[in-house]
């Protein structure tokens, strides 16, 4: 076969106008040789087989959509093409991935591996997940990731916000869901945590969230300051989340999303982690030999609820939105408890009121069924008082309706009312020349 610099030293004698037989004389080659190479035009011409088709062909389309999305992790790809038909293996997915995703950012400042002991520690900290609403604008929720150090169990909630409430409810649960008590947490400098240093070298802590370890038994570590990767299993988690569970996610409301949430969390704990060898449920079995007894969820509601006050239209204030009471309990103080997917509203006595599932939407408003049922009583026309015919009341003057059912005579020139009473002086009939407005006399 020719190819390189014998195949072009033929074109070039072609060129200059010599036949085959004195170019088969000068190269040496047979007249079959470079006739056949030079008459074809191309060389030795042949014929390139077609690629092989491949099982992910049908679905590249919806790959790219979610690669676009944020989406760049192969397995979680798997997961979201594999009901839609595709029977293909995951290095295939994921070389396609490896070629069309974003070239990785620079690495990082390296940092040193430790490793803790069963039921030592808890890292946590909060994420900032974006969205697009129905109308088209970009909103922000807030979601808080907790990790065990020894089994990396995980565990994501959202909250409506990360405020000293939203923070101590979301580890409440967290703790619950992992079934006991750390000696310790880690978590960064975070306004919630730690307001500052107390001149001693040591830490002021928030006093609701100092109050609440103390309660619990717990210490409170703090990672270095600018240096996250010292909390790097949290951390690395919060990107999972984001890349694996985030991208296209679509949820009705807070609720909604903490069950997908919940179900998710509950999938990954049964698979294999690469750093630990095992998954981390069985690990958590191990793990949780070593954490402390968990007290009751009443004992720790005091730490997360909130005092709030009834506006005149019967609304409560929670996380940005707003949520529907009972009329009757209009400008009074009431309690709201969060708890989990719902929050419970209760009176000044401890009854409850009113249950909503939690919102998301700020600025929206969630009705109570029945909210205003005590006022459509109040206004209905077998409750008002029978009136004369129609107009007749003066029922469109509102000094009327303020003055409907007051008794009083007339009052006569010179005289006062007969029962006493005072009117207003809009109640009588304005002079139609009033001293005011009288011309003044023209001086002389």
């Not at 909060?126 to 807030?142: L, Q, S």
């Not at 009972?326 to 708890?339: D, K």
């Not at 600025?363 to 109040?378: A, C, N, W």
């Not at 009117?423 to 001086?443: E, G, V």
Request: hydrophobic content about 35%.
């Amino acid at each position: 076969m020719l190819k390189g610099r014998s195949l072009m030293r033929l074109h070039e004698l072609e060129k200059q106008g010599i036949g085959y037989r004195e170019i088969a004389r000068l190269t040496g080659y047979s007249r079959n040789t470079v006739r056949r190479y030079l008459r074809d035009a191309a060389g030795r011409n042949e014929t390139k087989r077609a690629p092989k088709g491949s099982k992910l062909d049908r679905y590249k389309e919806t790959v790219q959509e979610l690669v676009a999305g944020g989406l760049i992790s192969a397995p979680a790809i798997m997961d979201r093409i594999k009901p839609l038909g595709y029977e293909g293996k995951e290095t295939t997915l994921r070389d396609y991935v490896r070629s069309i995703k974003p070239k990785a950012k620079a690495a990082a400042q390296v940092a040193r591996r430790y490793e803790t002991k069963p039921g030592e520690q808890l890292q946590f900290d909060w994420g900032i997940f974006t969205y697009v609403d129905a109308n088209g604008n970009e909103r922000h929720i807030p979601g808080l990731v907790a990790v065990l150090g020894y089994s990396r169990a995980s565990y994501v909630e959202f909250a409506p916000s990360a405020d000293i409430y939203g923070l101590i409810g979301c580890l409440a649960n967290a703790f619950s869901y992992f079934g006991g008590l750390t000696n310790a947490v880690l978590t960064d400098h975070m306004k919630t945590v730690v307001l500052g240093e107390d001149g001693d070298g040591g830490w002021r802590f928030h006093p609701q969230m100092e109050e609440f370890a103390r309660y619990l038994g717990i210490s409170i570590k703090l990672c270095r300051v600018r240096r996250p990767e010292t909390k790097g299993k949290v951390e690395r988690h919060i990107r999972y989340v984001k890349e694996n569970f985030w991208p296209e996610r679509t949820f009705v409301d807070l609720a909604d999303l903490n069950c997908q949430a919940l179900s998710w969390c509950k999938e990954q704990n049964k698979r294999l982690h690469p750093g630990i060898g095992r998954t981390p449920l069985d690990a958590l079995a191990e793990e949780s030999r070593h954490l402390k007894p968990l007290p009751a969820p009443a004992e720790l509601e005091r730490f997360y609820c909130r005092v709030r006050k009834v506006s005149l239209d019967g609304l409560v204030s929670f996380g940005g939105i707003f949520y529907g009471v009972p009329i009757s309990f209009a400008t009074q103080a009431v309690t709201v408890i969060p708890r989990q997917r719902i929050i419970d509203i209760y009176d000044r006595n401890g009854e409850l009121i009113a249950t909503h599932q939690l919102g998301f939407k700020i600025r929206s408003i969630v009705f109570l069924p029945g909210q205003y049922q005590k006022m459509e009583d109040q206004e209905s026309p077998s409750a008002r008082p029978a009136t004369g015919s129609a107009g007749g009341d003066g029922s469109r003057d509102p000094l009327a309706r303020r003055l409907r059912g007051t008794r009083c005579l007339r009052r006569q020139k010179g005289s006062s009312t007969s029962s006493g009473l005072r009117l207003p002086k809009r109640c009588f009939r304005q002079r139609s020349n009033p001293p005011w407005r009288r011309s003044s006399p023209t001086r002389s």
